[in-house]
């Protein structure tokens, strides 16, 4: 049983969640998807590096000074689980993997976020909003205590009143909503199990979709707000690219990789009616990552067994 669950949790789950990511944040509610996403992607995360744990432990635990320090005996370990030498060095060195890719995106991600907290303390004036002179377009929220939001004065300029209302409600919604920490998670998920980078990408776009229909309740006109969307991503590229920091959101601009924005998916979704919850959709990433979680616990009961049954008694 122990390569099924391996391939299980670390291959088959994250896949069958990737070809559900997108068509979720297409056509559910962002706010709902948000959630859904986030959570699948840290639960199949969870799972397959407890999968990946577990079959390293299991090679383990047969070497003669390892089991020694837990009383075990090698040869009853041997009878109840049938990890092989080559399966198990594979497993170690995904595991290594897993750990150092999350350890570092962990550390590039909270040096990040410190960067931003500072920078919203060191941001003048004591209002939320704070208005700069750059000629160039540029808005983004910045997190902190409290978060604060960066709006140019060429992307003020670029804006009618309407507009420039919908802009500054998406902003408040990616404060409001905590944004930042839906994508932090979703991407350390994505750094643990590469597979799980759709789901990722997908609550990446499910944010700015959630901040975007908050400023459709605030405006009230959801075209109005697509027009602002299109317009202010337009001002946004003529006026530059900005420094970009990993810890802000942006309401319009190019992703941190370089890559162009959601802008047109964004505008085509708010130009359409409003989403619903989609329950099958949602229903089916729930089921796939509660199978991951029922089968990820059952393997860690079996080995718990396993282990108690091959101590040695006192």
């Known amino acids: 049983m122990t390569l099924p669950l391996v391939v299980c949790l670390t291959v088959l789950f994250p896949?069958?969640?990737?070809?559900?990511?997108?068509?979720?944040?297409?056509?559910?509610?962002?706010?709902?998807?948000?959630?859904?996403?986030?959570?699948?992607?840290?639960?199949?995360?969870?799972?397959?590096?407890?999968?990946l744990t577990l079959v390293?432990?299991?090679?383990?635990?047969?070497?003669?000074?390892?089991?020694?320090?837990?009383?075990?005996?090698?040869a009853v370990i041997d009878r109840g689980d049938?990890?092989?030498?080559?399966?198990?060095?594979?497993?170690?060195?995904?595991?290594?993997?897993?750990?150092?890719?999350?350890?570092?995106?962990?550390?590039?991600?909270?040096r990040a976020l410190a960067e931003a907290f500072r920078h919203a303390r060191g941001l003048p004036g004591r209002g939320q909003v704070v208005v700069t002179s750059d000629a160039a377009a540029d808005a983004y929220t910045v997190p902190g205590r409290p978060g604060r939001i960066v709006?140019?004065?060429g992307m003020l300029d670029s804006l009618d009143d309407v507009g420039r209302v919908a802009l500054l409600?998406?902003?408040?919604?990616?404060?409001?909503?905590?944004?930042?920490?839906?994508?932090?998670?979703?991407?350390?998920?994505?750094a643990t199990n590469p597979l799980l980078r759709p789901l990722a990408e997908a609550v990446e776009f499910t944010v700015e979709r959630w901040a975007d229909e908050?400023?459709?309740?605030?405006?009230?006109?959801?075209?109005?707000?697509?027009?602002?969307?299109?317009?202010?991503?337009?001002?946004?590229?003529h006026g530059g690219r900005r420094r970009w920091s990993a810890a802000m959101l942006g309401a319009v601009f190019p992703r941190p990789d370089g890559g162009p924005g959601p802008v047109p998916r964004r505008v085509a979704a708010l130009l359409a009616p409003p989403p619903r919850?989609?329950?099958?959709?949602?229903?089916?990433?729930?089921?796939?990552?509660?199978?991951?979680?029922v089968l990820a616990v059952e393997a860690a009961r079996d080995m718990h067994e396993l282990l108690e049954t091959a101590r040695y008694p006192r």
């Open 56 to 74: 390293t432990f299991a090679a383990l635990v047969r070497v003669p000074f390892v089991a020694a320090l837990g009383r075990w005996s090698p």
């Open 82 to 110: 049938t990890t092989s030498a080559v399966l198990a060095i594979v497993t170690g060195l995904l595991l290594g993997m897993a750990l150092t890719a999350a350890a570092r995106f962990a550390l590039r991600r909270g």
């Open 277 to 293: 919850r989609r329950w099958i959709l949602q229903a089916a990433v729930v089921a796939i990552a509660l199978a991951a979680g």
């Open 214 to 237: 908050c400023a459709a309740r605030v405006v009230g006109d959801r075209r109005l707000v697509a027009e602002t969307i299109a317009r202010a991503a337009v001002a946004a590229k």
């Open 169 to 190: 409600a998406h902003e408040r919604a990616h404060l409001s909503g905590q944004h930042y920490a839906f994508t932090s998670a979703a991407r350390l998920a994505a």
């Open 15 to 51: 896949l069958a969640s990737m070809f559900l990511a997108r068509p979720i944040a297409a056509r559910t509610d962002p706010r709902w998807g948000t959630w859904l996403l986030t959570g699948a992607a840290v639960a199949l995360a969870a799972c397959s590096g407890l999968a």
């Open 151 to 153: 709006v140019s004065t």
